[in-house]
C-alpha cells in the first residue's frame, strides 16, 4: 500500500515537473516569436528618431503658423503621430497579411473633427510620413527629409512675412463722412476691398479688408475724420493665406 502511494507521488511529481518544463520554452518560443523580425533596439531607437522628429516638426508649426489662434495641443498631436506611426509600420511592414488587414481597418476610420485650416493637413501628413520612414528603417532619409522640409518652410515662413497683413477695418461713421473715409484709405493703404456695407437711420457701418505692414496703424487716421465715430482693426486669415 505504501509502495502505491510513493509511486502515485513519484509519477505527480514527474508529470509537474514535465509541464514546468514544457511551460518554460513555450514562453521563450512565445517571446522569440514576438521579436523573430524585431530587435529591442532598433524598436528604441527608431522611436528615439520619432521623438526627436515629432519635435522638430512641432517647433516648425509654431514658429511658421499663421493663424489667429496657435493651439499647443495640436503641436502635441504631430509629436505623438510621429511617435505612433512608427511602431505600427515596424510591425506590418514584414507581414502581408497583418498590412492588409491595416489598411481594411483604417479605412473605415473618420476623423470628426474638422481641420480649420489646410496647413494643418499638411502638417499631418508630414508627421505620418516621417513614422513610415522611421518604422521602416529610413532613418537617414527621414532626417534629411525633415532637414529639407523644415528648411523649406522657415524659407517661405520669411517672405510671407514680408507681405503685408491682412486685416478687417470696421468702421461706425455718419453716411457724410464717406467721401474722406474712402480718401483716406486711398491715400494710406496701398491694396483694400469692400465687405460690407450696411447703412441705417442711426448711422452707417462699413467693413473693409486692408493690407498693412506691421508698424502701420491706420485706426488713427480713421478716427481724425469728423463723422467716424469708432474704428476697430481686426486681424484675419484669407484663403491666400495671408
Known sequence: MNKSKEGNNMDTANLMQSSSSSTLPSLSNYFADQFRNL?????????????????????????????????PNFSLTLIMLTVITTPVVMCIKSDIALSMGMVGALSIVRFRTAVKEPM??????????????????LHLI????????????????????????????????????????TRTLRQVVRQQRLRSKTVTRAGAEMTVEVRLDSKQDIVPEMLNIDGVHDATLVACQTEAGA
Open 120 to 137: 494643418d493637413t499638411a502638417y499631418m501628413f508630414w508627421s505620418l510620413t516621417m513614422g513610415i520612414l522611421l518604422g521602416a528603417g
Open 39 to 71: 530587435s529591442v533596439g532598433n524598436v528604441i531607437l527608431a522611436l528615439v528618431f520619432a521623438l526627436v522628429v515629432g519635435i522638430v516638426i512641432a517647433f516648425v508649426y509654431k514658429r511658421c503658423y499663421r493663424g489667429v489662434l496657435y493651439s
Open 142 to 181: 527621414a532626417l534629411a527629409t525633415a532637414a529639407g522640409i523644415s528648411a523649406v518652410m522657415f524659407l517661405l515662413s520669411f517672405v510671407h512675412l514680408r507681405n503685408p497683413n491682412s486685416y478687417l477695418l470696421v468702421l461706425h461713421y455718419d453716411p457724410a463722412a464717406e467721401y474722406d473715409i
